[in-house]
């Protein structure tokens, strides 16, 4: 009995507690890649939001407060561009009437986002879960000036959704002891940021 345990059993638990031991190893390099990928890609995604809500800004005074608005006005919106010939530093041109200023109206989807692969149906969701980003905007008082705010986030629950969940409560646990969002996140409607996002 002691010899049928040496050589059937023994093996067999070393080769399952091997297998558990680099598994748990593995497990946190395999979800720090997993969510270096999907951040990438979230991140791109928050960029082009910021990139979008900016020049509606611009155009409107206030930012967009959902992905409608926003694809409305990439698809048949236009941007003022102003364009300078001469400079108003050289005194000699401005006498002689040579330094002026053009402007013209461009459509958004032919001026922003122009990058190949770029699909504005797509701007709306967390790239491989299929969830929306929240989208929030608002004009809030501060110092007595109404200040337009917006924010774009998604939190890390969604974004590394089907990953080992422990590790994700661990990440979200980290970042609220440091009293930061647990998630990614682009400009912020509790005060004015200059749109940074959170990983910059």
Known sequence: MKKIFTIVILPIVILVLGFLIVRSL???????????????MAIERLKDIRTLQTSYKTEFGQYADDFDTLENFYNNGYIT??????????????????????????????????RPGFNIDS???VPLVGEEFELRALIKKVSGVDVPLFEACTPFDILLRGL?????????EERNITNRYPGLKVGNIDQPNNNAGNWE
């Open 26 to 40: 593995t497990a946190p390099i395999n979800f720090e890649k997993e969510r270096n990928h999907r951040q990438l």
């Open 81 to 114: 561009i102003i364009r300078q010939i001469g400079s108003f530093d050289d005194s000699l041109a401005v006498a002689q009437g040579r330094v002026f200023r053009d402007s013209m109206e461009m459509a958004v989807k032919d001026t922003l986002l122009k």
């Open 123 to 125: 701007l709306r969701w």
């Open 164 to 172: 080992n969940r422990q590790l994700i409560v661990n990440l979200n």
